[in-house]
């Protein structure tokens, strides 16, 4: 046997790595952080523990990449709504963002950073930690952008950016647990819309 015949022997068969990861958010958004258990990841996935031990590490570590892909895909449209060009304009497209994100009958109903943290005992602490920080990373960005529109004159100057943030944030939040529920996508727009009629305008 060749030395190249001897290395190949007992060699994980590769995998594809990027897709592999995009089923472990599938599970972890379905599930949620403690309801996703090893056993459904590596089968979702199509590899073994060690495969996935091996390529990223624990399973909080896990979660940690499945939510930085989560951030970047599905829940994009925070980014895209924040260069709305008035303030009404980011508050309308991240409910709208988020109704379709978690009423897409493609993908698993609900917000993966909200399921996660749904549920979480003392063991998963960290998990629960880093899911307030990404939910608040969300809300200090948004009053950001309401505090340029206060400073550009698209909000009123009493307007409060902080208030405002924390009221659709707390909105875009409850749509989604209301859509883990089933609630239709039509009557969350509807709750969406009535939200927003009394936006304060200049």
Known sequence: MSTKQRRSVGR???????????????????HGYEGANLTTLTEAMGISTTSMYAAFGNKEE?????????????????????????ALGTATAILAGTIRTTTSPARPQGCMGV?????????????????AAWRNNGCCRLRQRFQEAVDD???????????????????????AVQAASDVSRTELQATADAALRNWPLC
């Open 12 to 30: 994980p068969r590769g995998f594809d790595t990027d897709e592999a990861l995009e089923r472990a958010m599938l599970v972890f958004w379905e």
């Open 62 to 86: 896990l979660f940690r990449k499945a939510l930085e892909r989560y951030t970047e895909g599905p829940s994009a449209y925070l980014d895209r709504a924040l260069e709305e060009p008035t």
């Open 115 to 131: 399921q996660s943290a749904l549920a979480v005992g003392d063991s998963g602490q960290a998990v629960r930690d880093l899911l």
């Open 153 to 175: 004159g698209d909000l009123p100057p009493q307007a409060d950016p902080a208030l405002l943030a924390r009221y659709v944030t707390t909105l875009a939040f409850g749509i």
